[in-house]
């Protein structure tokens, strides 16, 4: 099976180069090496600016391919754009979950966060685009290996319903009592270093083991968002461009949602139900092909849904709020 993809390789440079450029202005212009607490007001303007610039994309590659491969051709392909990127950026969601817990958990201070969610994020686009070539070629070369993904996502999706309320137990983490028994590691944080110098000799903050924690579930929630993409589409570009920009708004959006995040608990189940829907579309891909616009109403109903009814039950909590 070829993985062919409708766009030339200047396309690829063109949206590298804009990743890049986009990274720089917040990590040297706007603020990002500056230790500080952020905002609502900021971080719903970044939501809003990162979502805004992922609609505009897919605006202009809808464009670009009705100019040289006709109208059908860019709907189709708009259409896989906007499922993937909304499945993405909902999976994306239950990272931010993680990243509550973890944070809490060693209480970092709010203004040491931002930097850690900046090293998680260029991390997550590192990781992503390793895995995407990954399984794109296990793709091309096993076209069998997408019902393998189908069955993976399946029993996924089961389990996210099945413990959807369980509490998870980091302090007994694998990884974590690892680096508390190999390293040494300072009582308190030094401002938003990784690491100190202490009479000649290295020691690790805080900070850097909740760095190592934050990468690692990265990789853990690729492992769940790589294949549900390959469930719309087997175009390289799409799948790359959907999840890098779902990964680029992840960082506002967990400053957005950090303060109300108990107020979304339903959201798990209807993330637990997309992961079931997506395999469930890979696995009978060979008898019926749901069709893109029906995948994503579909996608967008349970996620609209779960929003919802997560509000409505946790309204009396709002209203008792001071």
Same mark, same amino acid.
């Given at each position: 099976?070829?993985?062919?993809?409708?766009?030339?390789?200047?396309?690829?440079?063109?949206?590298?180069?804009?990743?890049?450029?986009?990274?720089?202005?917040?990590?040297?212009?706007?603020?990002?090496?500056?230790?500080?607490?952020?905002?609502?007001?900021?971080?719903?303007?970044?939501?809003?600016?990162?979502?805004?610039?992922?609609?505009?994309?897919?605006?202009?590659?809808?464009?670009?391919?009705?100019?040289?491969?006709?109208?059908?051709?860019?709907?189709?392909?708009?259409?896989?754009? *906007?499922?993937?990127? @909304? $499945? /993405?950026? #909902?999976?994306?969601?239950?990272?931010?979950?993680?990243?509550?817990? +973890? !944070?809490?958990?060693?209480?970092?201070?709010?203004?040491?966060?931002?930097?850690?969610?900046?090293?998680?994020?260029?991390?997550?686009?590192?990781?992503?685009?390793?895995?995407?070539?990954?399984?794109?070629?296990?793709?091309?070369?096993?076209?069998?290996?997408?019902?393998?993904?189908?069955?993976?996502?399946?029993?996924?999706?089961?389990?996210?319903?099945?413990?959807?309320?369980?509490?998870?137990?980091?302090?007994?983490?694998?990884?974590?009592?690892?680096?508390?028994?190999?390293?040494?590691?300072?009582?308190?944080?030094?401002?938003?270093?990784?690491?100190?110098?202490?009479?000649?000799?290295?020691?690790?903050?805080?900070?850097? *083991?909740?760095?190592? @924690? $934050? /990468?690692? #579930?990265?990789?853990?929630?690729?492992?769940?968002?790589?294949?549900? +993409? !390959?469930?719309?589409?087997?175009?390289?570009?799409?799948?790359?461009?959907?999840?890098?920009?779902?990964?680029?708004?992840?960082?506002?959006?967990?400053?957005?949602?950090?303060?109300?995040?108990?107020?979304?608990?339903?959201?798990?189940?209807?993330?637990?139900?997309?992961?079931?829907?997506?395999?469930?579309?890979?696995?009978?891909?060979?008898?019926?092909?749901?069709?893109?616009?029906?995948?994503?109403?579909?996608?967008?109903?349970?996620?609209?849904?779960?929003?919802?009814?997560?509000?409505?039950?946790?309204?009396?909590?709002?209203?008792?709020?001071?």
């Amino acid at each position: 099976m070829e993985l062919a993809s409708v766009v030339t390789p200047w396309f690829w440079v063109g949206f590298i180069a804009f990743v890049l450029v986009m990274l720089a202005l917040d990590l040297f212009v706007l603020g990002g090496k500056k230790a500080h607490r952020v905002s609502a007001r900021e971080a719903l303007a970044w939501t809003g600016t990162w979502v805004s610039l992922s609609l505009t994309f897919c605006g202009l590659l809808w464009w670009w391919l009705d100019g040289t491969l006709g109208r059908e051709v860019a709907n189709a392909k708009a259409l896989e754009y *906007l499922t993937g990127y @909304l $499945i /993405e950026l #909902s999976l994306s969601v239950d990272n931010i979950f993680v990243f509550i817990m +973890i !944070f809490t958990y060693f209480a970092v201070p709010a203004e040491y966060q931002r930097r850690v969610l900046i090293y998680g994020v260029l991390g997550a686009i590192v990781m992503r685009a390793t895995m995407i070539l990954g399984g794109a070629w296990l793709v091309q070369q096993f076209h069998w290996i997408l019902y393998v993904f189908g069955v993976f996502l399946v029993i996924t999706g089961f389990k996210m319903l099945i413990f959807a309320e369980a509490e998870s137990d980091l302090a007994n983490n694998p990884i974590l009592k690892w680096m508390r028994n190999h390293l040494r590691i300072t009582h308190d944080y030094h401002e938003e270093r990784f690491t100190v110098m202490k009479d000649g000799v290295r020691w690790f903050t805080p900070l850097f *083991l909740v760095l190592v @924690l $934050i /990468e690692t #579930s990265d990789v853990i929630f690729a492992v769940d968002s790589i294949p549900a +993409i !390959f469930a719309i589409t087997t175009d390289p570009f799409i799948v790359f461009t959907s999840n890098i920009f779902a990964i680029l708004g992840l960082r506002s959006l967990y400053f957005l949602l950090a303060d109300m995040n108990d107020r979304f608990h339903l959201l798990k189940y209807g993330l637990a139900m997309v992961l079931v829907f997506v395999g469930t579309k890979m696995l009978v891909a060979g008898f019926y092909k749901v069709p893109i616009g029906l995948a994503l109403g579909i996608v967008a109903l349970i996620l609209f849904t779960s929003v919802a009814a997560s509000l409505y039950a946790t309204r009396n909590r709002e209203k008792a709020a001071p």
